[in-house]
């Protein structure tokens, strides 16, 4: 069974930096691209990135590409998202997600971040 | 980056009816649409893919279809469990970008 846990959530002050993690599990980590996706509270959502199985091309948002980086550890099996300079518009719920043929197949259940003082 | 228009933001149907959700790309996107059911405070499930292939453990009451801009989701004989929000995806070019969201409701 596919499995994907996101972790690293929580309250976070503006301009501050976050790093979520994903690990992943019931499949081989290594064969897969990898993404992360968002939604603001009551919101729609909204594609970050994704990354390749050997981390060797990553494609982002262009709105988020200077302040989010998507990583991976196949050793680990795990997939990163560090954010930084975080603001309120950042508030949201993080999912990762594997990619197939069809598009972004499975997703974790997310983790909140919530941006404020 | 490709915008996609997801119609009607907001559906009433009753149980049993078919109600029918649209996507159009602002340009052609080659099939490539994929459907997500999202259930108030669940990660989004995918339904669909490549316009109209179900993903295993899809009823087959979903259905889409579609080519070049634009694109359809139906549901026939909605069923309770169906209520939810309803999303579409485009995954031809980068950036990948999401419809707005169809929120089902019960009449």
């Known amino acids: 069974e596919v499995k994907l846990v996101e972790s690293g959530g929580g309250l976070v002050q503006p301009g501050r930096s976050l790093k979520l993690s994903c690990a992943a599990s019931?499949?081989?980590?290594?064969?897969?691209?990898m993404g992360w996706v968002r939604q603001a509270p009551g919101k729609g959502l909204e594609w970050i990135g994704e990354?390749?199985?050997?981390?060797?091309?990553?494609n982002y948002t262009p709105s988020l590409k200077d302040k989010f980086t998507i990583s991976r550890d196949n050793a680990q099996n795990t997939l990163y998202l560090q954010m930084s300079k975080l603001g309120s518009e950042d508030t949201a719920i993080y999912y990762c997600?594997?990619?197939?043929?069809?598009?972004?197949?499975?997703w974790g259940q997310g983790t909140l971040v919530t941006v404020s003082s | 980056d490709i915008q996609m228009t997801q119609s009607p933001p907001s559906l009433s149907a009753s149980l049993g009816d078919k109600v029918t959700i649209t996507c159009q790309a602002s340009?052609?996107?080659?099939?490539?649409i994929a459907w997500y059911q999202q259930k108030p405070g669940k990660a989004p499930r995918q339904l669909i893919r490549y316009t109209s292939t179900l993903v295993s453990g899809t009823p087959s009451r979903f259905s889409g279809s579609g080519s070049g801009r634009d694109y359809s989701f139906s549901i026939s004989n909605v069923e309770s469990e169906d209520i939810a929000s309803y999303y579409c995806?485009?995954?031809?070019?980068?950036?990948?970008?999401f419809g707005a969201g169809t929120k089902l409701e019960l009449k």
């Open positions: 340009q052609n996107i080659n099939k490539y």
């Open positions: 997600a594997r990619e197939d043929y069809g598009g972004l197949a499975y």
């Open positions: 019931g499949f081989s980590f290594n064969d897969y691209w």
């Open positions: 990354i390749n199985q050997d981390s060797s091309t990553i």
């Open positions: 995806l485009q995954y031809d070019n980068l950036p990948y970008t």
